[in-house]
């Protein structure tokens, strides 16, 4: 789970990402972006009422929903066609 409740609090107390990522064992990249994602949604220490870690890390890092795409599948007969099509042209070269 994220430490993003310990981060916010370290970084209230006015220390240094650096420290921030030593004292909590979370990199620095990742304290960077915690902070980031607090600013935005305008987050500090302490926590709005209500909200715990659970709720937070929901807010901060909202899961993006992608669509399933179908996979497209090659008319093969077309493509046995394409490739006799050109007499030096081999599978094994297809491949790399």
């Known amino acids: 789970m994220r430490k ?3 981060v916010l ?3 209230a107390q ?3 990402a650096r420290v921030i990522s030593r004292e909590t064992g979370v990199s620095r990249p990742s304290v960077a972006t915690y902070l980031e994602k607090a600013a ?3 987050i500090g220490w302490p926590l709005p009422t209500g909200m715990d870690a659970k709720s ?3 807010l901060l890092f909202a899961a993006v929903e992608t669509t399933k795409s179908t996979p497209v599948i090659p008319n093969w007969q077309e493509v046995a066609t394409e490739i006799q099509a050109h007499n030096h042209l081999t599978l094994q070269l297809l491949w790399f």
């Open 4 to 6: 993003i409740e310990e």
């Open 9 to 11: 609090r370290l970084s």
């Open 14 to 16: 006015g220390k240094s």
């Open 40 to 42: 935005e949604h305008e």
């Open 56 to 58: 937070l890390e929901q």
